[in-house]
């Protein structure tokens, strides 16, 4: 479907051009329609999506048709679970909106507190907001939801799991009234908690629901290589960043010591790298995020602080240095490439360390990943058939006297891995800078 055929506000297409964007994912096509008629909705996709464009084009609309409740309130408020995507969701909607009466602030936990409460007294019309410094400011006063014309939920269920049910449980009373309009989305709706809280937020919600989690990306390719230990995932990362055509690329470890590790090792390759992790304060993750973002650099080595709300269509390539837990993390690490119709690919590497959770990832996916090896750089662990040891607590088996004969398993099928080519409109890839040799001078 043709945003053409949305009958936007001529202001609003107007502003829209600049992303340059002509067909709606499906997402798009399907929830912007039901929410321009003033329904609540009820919607899931998975990541990458294209779900921010859903609910922002919506919500403009409304103010370009619509007389506000009252003079002073926030009309719209659109709630997320991180800074990172709060502040990637607040860019986009200042391109929609620039050049028009509408004004817009940013509420984030970790920032100054008085400075927002003065942004507050200019009257916005739309707040983009993380709930919990959104509820401190209605519980201070500080701002009033009377007149809310549209309450907007992004990725609910991570909020849920960030533990923000009581905040958005105080921003919906704040705003309860029946002319409010709520949009809900989620990446899944499966989940009891996320029910519940739909339930209690909406009013006869239209249902748009648009794959699962679990649902394979077709613009992503995965590849999984075994590896025997530290050393042999350093030595497969360096031969990937030599041989692959690159535009930029997202490293993600367990740990916080490892980004640093990491991001040094990769700058000795002269690659331009930053790193990103939970022990740094707001305005350096702020930064790093920024200049990464404006492709500053080229490398950005990260724990799971960037694998929601970072929506960067030249990331080519997510490593997966470690697997993570849950499992439905490995979803939205790989969903960082692949976005904006790009094509990218999601590289993982298992050790021995990573095996069970890389199991875990399977039985999530409901679908078995190949595994590939490079020539020269093969493993000699093979995976773990055995499943974990027992709990301490858990009742020992009766023993059995005859032992069934074991039967030698087959060796696990490998294959070449096939990368996207990436040469589309748009990539400047880059590759490691070809070592000189003593003839070169």
């Not at 950005?300 to 439905?328: C, M, Q, W, Y």
């Not at 890389?358 to 093979?382: A, M």
């Not at 301490?392 to 074991?406: E, L, Q, T, V």
Request: hydrophobic fraction near 35%; aromatic fraction near 8%.
């Amino acid at each position: 479907m043709l945003f053409s055929e949305f009958d936007l506000d001529s202001r609003l297409i107007n502003s829209f051009s600049h992303f340059g964007y002509e067909h709606a994912t499906e997402i798009q096509a399907r929830a912007i329609p039901e929410a321009m008629t003033g329904k609540d909705l009820l919607a899931s996709s998975k990541t990458g999506s294209g779900k921010t464009l859903a609910y922002l084009l919506p919500a403009i609309q409304r103010l370009y048709t619509r007389r506000a409740l009252v003079n002073r309130d926030p009309r719209v408020l659109i709630l997320v679970p991180t800074r990172e995507l709060a502040k990637q969701v607040f860019a986009t909607l200042r391109t929609l909106i620039a050049g028009t009466r509408y004004s817009s602030i940013l509420v984030l936990g970790g920032e100054n507190f008085n400075d927002q409460h003065k942004n507050f007294q200019k009257d916005p019309h739309f707040v983009v907001a993380t709930p919990g410094r959104m509820a401190d400011h209605l519980k201070q006063r500080n701002v009033f939801l009377e007149g809310l014309e549209m309450l907007i939920l992004d990725e609910a269920d991570r909020m849920l799991d960030l533990g923000f049910a009581a905040d958005l449980r105080a921003i919906n009373n704040a705003a309860n009234h029946r002319r409010r309009q709520t949009l809900f989305f989620s990446a899944t709706l499966e989940d009891t908690e996320v029910n519940e809280m739909a339930q209690e937020l909406l009013r006869e919600p239209v249902r748009v629901a648009v794959g699962h989690g679990q649902d394979e990306h077709l613009d992503i390719k995965q590849h999984v290589y075994l590896c025997d230990h530290l050393d042999h995932k350093q030595a497969l990362l360096h031969h990937f960043f030599d041989t692959l055509t690159i535009k930029q690329a997202i490293v993600f470890t367990a740990t916080k010591q490892d980004t640093v590790r990491l991001a040094e090792l990769l700058s000795t390759w002269d690659l331009t790298t930053g790193s990103l992790n939970g022990d740094m304060s707001q305005s350096g993750r702020s930064k790093v995020m920024d200049d990464f973002s404006r492709g500053k650099f080229n490398v950005l080595v990260s724990t799971d602080l960037a694998s929601r709300g970072l929506d960067i269509a030249s990331v080519s390539h997510v490593f997966n240095f470690d697997i993570p837990k849950p499992a439905e993390e490995f979803v939205h690490r790989t969903g960082r490439t692949g976005r904006a119709g790009f094509k990218g690919d999601a590289i993982s590497l298992v050790g021995p360390k990573d095996w069970f959770n890389f199991k875990e990832v399977e039985e999530y996916l409901k679908r078995t990943l190949p595994t590939s090896t490079i020539e020269g750089l093969e493993p000699t662990f093979t995976g773990i058939t055995q499943k974990r040891a027992p709990q301490k607590d858990a009742k020992p088996k009766a023993s059995i006297k005859k032992k069934a004969p074991k039967t030698q398993k087959k060796p696990t099928a490998r294959k070449k891995a096939v990368f996207h080519e990436n040469d589309q409109q748009g990539f400047e890839p880059f590759r490691l800078p070809k070592k000189q040799t003593d003839q070169d001078g």
